[in-house]
Each structure stands twice: as structure tokens, then as C-alpha cells.
């Protein structure tokens, strides 16, 4: 079945430390995108990506950095740069860069917490 | 900037009963796409359904349907016949028309967490 991997599930990160948080997916979606997802609040869009080797910056995108080297893959980088990066991450993609009308699809999530 | 509000942050239904989540938004476009997506405690999001803004007819998909007023920018989703699944947290959420308008991002609201009593 088609659809869209996020690993890992938990992630924890030292003090000065970068860590990469991997998104996949089989859909041969166009777009992709990373949000945060603090509690109770929605999902907040860090960075975006229409196309290969291009991507955009969201609402909250300091401290985070990414990467769109292969149609299948958007790796999200929290960077030490990120003071509060405790939060859930949504990777997600949708079909074509140019219809609004295309659902984005999500991952499971990684949630990750400061050591 | 586009904004999505939900004013509910908690509701509650009988299982079987019908319930309502509200959602409002502020945009200045006449093309945009609107979504309500369900996030259980897996936190996995689910897309419930959608609706155009060009067209009149309120969508629907099995047990939910909206109620799309868009003078009123209000886009609210009933539940029929409640289930025990449904418990979750939903997201309503805005889409510009464009998507290389802000790269088609999904603008979301809070959140209304629902409880559904057996």
C-alpha cells in the first residue's frame, strides 16, 4: 500500500545537538511539507516543497533547515538553533503541486522531546 | 493573513446522538478549499471531508456532512449517529485555491477534541 513513513516514531535530542527526522513516501506526490503540532494548538507549517530540489519556507521555519534531493524524500533537520523543538511533527504530501483541490496526506508522526 | 478559529475546544455527544463542530475563518479570496481532518490518540490525521468554496452544495461522506455558509465564512461539520470511534480530535483546516499561493499549505484551527459516551 501506497502511502507516507515517518521515522522515527520518538526522537530525543541533547543540548547543541542536530537531530534529522526522515519522511518518505511511495504516493509519487509532487508536494511535501512539514508542520509542528504543539498542544492545543493546530499544526503550524514549517517548510514546503513543490518540486525536487526546491523547497520554501513556512510560518515557523527558524531553527529548521530541509533537504528535496529525491521526489520520494523531504528530511526535516531541527538544528540547535530550534530553543523549544519538544513538539509532534507531521509530514505530509499531496499530489500535485498545483490543485488545491488534492487532500494533503499524512505521516504517523515522530515526537521529539529534549534530553 | 488567512485564519481558522475554533471556539470550541472540548465537546461531548451520546453515542448514537448527533453532534456539531463549529469552525470559522477570515480570508479575503473567493477560491479556497476547506477540510475537516480527524486526529484519534494514534495522531494520525485522517481527512473526514471537504468542500470547494465555488460550489453551493454542502458536502457529503457517510455519517458526516458540513454546513458551508460562505458569506458568513463559516464551515461547520455534523456528526450523525455517533460511534465510539469517533472520539478524537478535529481539525478544521483552510486551503488557498492557489496552490502556488503560499504552496497550497493547509492553514489549521485549534482543534475540538470529541468525547462520545456510551
Known amino acids: 500500500d501506497g502511502g507516507i513513513t515517518q521515522s522515527p516514531k520518538y526522537l530525543f535530542r541533547k543540548e547543541g545537538q542536530n537531530v534529522t527526522l526522515s519522511c518518505e513516501q511511495n504516493?509519487?506526490?509532487?508536494?511535501m511539507y512539514w508542520y509542528r503540532q504543539d498542544p492545543g494548538q493546530g499544526l503550524r507549517l514549517i517548510y514546503y516543497s513543490q518540486i525536487v530540489n526546491d523547497f520554501q519556507k513556512g510560518d515557523i521555519a527558524e531553527g529548521y533547515s530541509v533537504s528535496r534531493e529525491k521526489k520520494e524524500s523531504f528530511p526535516l533537520t531541527v538544528t540547535s538553533a530550534q530553543k523549544n523543538p519538544t513538539a509532534f511533527y507531521l509530514c505530509?504530501?499531496?499530489?500535485?503541486?498545483?490543485?488545491?483541490?488534492?487532500?494533503?496526506?499524512f505521516g504517523d508522526g515522530t515526537r521529539l522531546s529534549i534530553l | 493573513a488567512q485564519t481558522v478559529t475554533q471556539s470550541q475546544p472540548e465537546m461531548s455527544v451520546q453515542e448514537a446522538e448527533t453532534v456539531t463542530l463549529s469552525c470559522t475563518y477570515d480570508t479575503s479570496e473567493s477560491d479556497y478549499y476547506l477540510f475537516w481532518y480527524k486526529q484519534p490518540p494514534s495522531r494520525q490525521m485522517i481527512l473526514v471531508i471537504r468542500?470547494?468554496?465555488?460550489?453551493?452544495q454542502n458536502a457529503t461522506e457517510n455519517r458526516f456532512s458540513v454546513n458551508f455558509q460562505k458569506a458568513a465564512k463559516s464551515f461547520s461539520l455534523k456528526i450523525s449517529d455517533s460511534q465510539l470511534g469517533d472520539a478524537a480530535m478535529y481539525f478544521c483546516?483552510?486551503?488557498?485555491?492557489?496552490?502556488?499561493?503560499?504552496?497550497?499549505?493547509?492553514?489549521f484551527g485549534q482543534g475540538t477534541e470529541l468525547s462520545v459516551k456510551p
Open positions: 505530509a504530501s499531496s499530489k500535485d503541486r498545483l490543485d488545491s483541490n488534492q487532500p494533503q496526506h
Open positions: 468542500q470547494e468554496a465555488y460550489k453551493q
Open positions: 483546516a483552510y486551503r488557498a485555491g492557489h496552490a502556488y499561493n503560499q504552496g497550497g499549505k493547509l492553514i
Open positions: 504516493l509519487n506526490h509532487d508536494a
